[in-house]
T-cell receptor, first 115, second 111 residues
Framework: GNSVTQMEGPVTLSEEAFLTINCTYT??????LFWYVQYPGEGLQLLLK?????DKGSNKGFEATYRKETTSFHLEKGSVQVSDSAVYFC??????????????FGTGTRLQVTL | EAEVAQSPRYKITEKSQAVAFWCDPI?????LYWYRQILGQGPELLVQ????????DSQLPKDRFSAERLKGVDSTLKIQPAELGDSAMYLC?????????FGSGTRLTVV
């Protein structure tokens, strides 16, 4: 079956530091890949996505590249801010089947950014 | 911007009581999902609807959980009886066939 593995948290960084959160996946076929962010007590917000190999998703300074050869979708940001403190979830789905299949999530990585 | 509405936002219930959650998806979204997110874990699918039909309920504990989407619009998730292990965030999401929009969730605490 499909699965997503994320690096364990929490990740604690100083403001303006470089961020990498690792994500690898196992799936049949060609899944679409997503990063979601969850602020305390809130639902999930889509951060970025990529639908095919070598695509780069980007939003709000965050980037992730769909690497089929390494089955990875690592999240990066060049300079984090305190406001980026949240839990980040990597996820996959089989959108290209023509119907909206379910999302399979990783366990989440908590990011804490300090001044 | 259209939103997925969920209520209540928070619910505290006693063990063995019944509890229900409501979700109103974005208008026109045929697919609706209920996810359960236990603290410190990623969301896991409980049930997926396509219009009023259940597409996937393989992870729904059917001895105590039920879900319906009678007219293919809004949906209700019910737990009866609630157990301590049901304490979690219950998230609803909808999709028009591509992309997903999540509601703010219902935080359930069973005491």
């Amino acid at each position: 079956g499909n699965s997503v593995t994320q690096m364990e948290g929490p990740v604690t960084l100083s403001e303006e530091a470089f961020l990498t959160i690792n994500c690898t996946y196992t799936a049949t076929g060609y899944p679409s890949l997503f990063w979601y962010v969850q602020y305390p007590g809130e639902g999930l917000q889509l951060l970025l996505k990529a639908t095919k190999a070598d695509d780069k998703g980007s939003n709000k300074g965050f980037e992730a590249t769909y690497r089929k050869e390494t089955t990875s979708f690592h999240l990066e940001k060049g300079s984090v801010q305190v406001s980026d403190s949240a839990v980040y979830f990597c996820a996959l789905s089989r959108l290209n089947t023509g119907t909206a299949s379910k999302l399979t999530f990783g366990t989440g990585t908590r990011l804490q950014v300090t001044l | 911007e259209a939103e997925v509405a969920q209520s209540p936002r928070y619910k505290i219930t006693e063990k063995s009581q019944a509890v229900a959650f409501w979700c109103d998806p974005i208008s026109g979204h045929a697919t609706l999902y209920w996810y359960r997110q236990i603290l410190g874990q990623g969301p896991e699918l409980l049930v997926q609807f396509q219009d009023e039909s259940v597409v996937d309920d393989s992870q729904l504990p059917k001895d105590r959980f039920s879900a319906e989407r009678l007219k293919g619009v809004d949906s209700t998730l019910k737990i009866q009886p609630a157990e301590l292990g049901d304490s979690a965030m219950y998230l609803c999401a909808s999709s028009p066939g591509y992309g997903y929009t999540f509601g703010s969730g219902t935080r359930l605490t069973v005491v």
